[in-house]
């Protein structure tokens, strides 16, 4: 599958908005209150099509692909790399399509930003997008957060050239 990213626009970010996973993904359940700040220009989000034109996911470039835990420990500023954050739409996850998304989301921030190298944070019970993201590449640097019944999640930060 061919896939081509594109400025996010108000419908995309409302479809995203919406999405839901089935569990333990569902902690990346979209929320419709949080539609318009995927529009701000500072955040970087693109939509990915598919070359039939339907929406199949998302990137996002810099700030708004770190998480909290990784702010407070400062584990972002140890090296410069483009953050990259993403999304598949659910009905699409688990089908052998992750790899190819990936590179395609690379190739365009390589096109786009020219940077060094690219840095990714998944939670760690996320085997199944680490196994992605090892096959495109990545490598992990360092674990750090710890699961917590307060939400509180464990996270691998991955690295690779670009």
């Not at 902690?27 to 693109?46: C, E, F, M, N």
């Not at 909290?68 to 598949?88: C, F, H, K, Q, S």
């Not at 996850?93 to 395609?104: D, K, M, P, S, W």
């Not at 989301?105 to 020219?114: M, P």
Request: charged residues 30%; positive net charge; glycine residues 10%.
């Amino acid at each position: 599958m061919r896939f081509t990213l594109k400025p996010i626009t108000p419908r995309d970010a409302w479809a995203i908005s919406r999405w839901r996973y089935r569990a333990p993904y569902s902690v990346y359940d979209g929320d419709p209150t949080s539609a318009d700040s995927l529009l701000q220009p500072r955040l970087h989000y693109h939509s990915v099509f598919e070359e039939g034109g339907d929406l199949v996911g998302y990137f996002c470039f810099g700030e708004d692909a770190r998480v909290a835990a990784g702010r407070r420990l400062g584990v972002y500023a140890r090296e410069p790399a483009l953050d990259v954050g993403l999304g598949m739409r659910p009905d699409l996850t688990g089908r052998g399509l992750g790899e190819e998304f990936v590179h395609a989301g690379l190739r365009f921030a390589r096109e786009t930003c020219s940077p060094r190298a690219f840095r990714l944070t998944v939670a760690t019970f996320n085997r199944r997008a680490i196994r992605v993201y090892e096959r495109a590449g990545f490598e992990t640097v360092e674990t750090f957060g710890a699961p917590t019944p307060g939400g509180e999640r464990e996270w691998l930060l991955m690295r690779r050239e670009a």
